[in-house]
């Protein structure tokens, strides 16, 4: 059973930075990879930025540079660490497993003004 619980969103202006949390239950980081996605207006979900199970990372062109995605596996945490922050990244941002995500949690909105 897989639950996962976003928060740290809110309202920042451009250039801004916002740190992201993610609690998950039922997964083991050791043999899953999971991924930060985000969701605007109007827009596909789509994938920001993931963490092996090894620990290695990847970014979306969009975010790279700026957004820095880690992990605590003993408390079983996931973080996003979002910097430089533009309008263009509003979104619902949600936390999951790369492989197989079918459970989704309520996200965490982040809203960013010019």
């Known amino acids: 059973q897989v639950q996962l619980v976003e928060s740290g969103g809110g309202l920042v202006q451009a250039g801004g930075s916002l740190r992201l949390s993610c609690t998950a239950s039922g997964i083991i980081f050791s043999v899953n990879d999971m991924g930060w996605y985000r969701q605007g207006p109007g827009k596909q979900r789509e994938l920001v930025a993931t963490?092996?199970?090894?620990?290695?990372?990847n970014y979306a062109d969009s975010v790279k540079g700026r957004f820095t995605i880690s992990r605590d596996v003993a408390k079983n945490r996931v973080f996003l660490q979002m910097n430089s922050l533009k309008p263009e990244d509003t979104a619902v941002y949600y936390c999951?497993?790369?492989?197989?995500?079918?459970?989704w949690g309520q996200g965490t909105h982040v809203t960013v003004s010019s």
């Open positions: 999951n497993l790369i492989e197989r995500p079918n459970y």
């Open positions: 963490i092996t199970r090894w620990g290695s990372t």
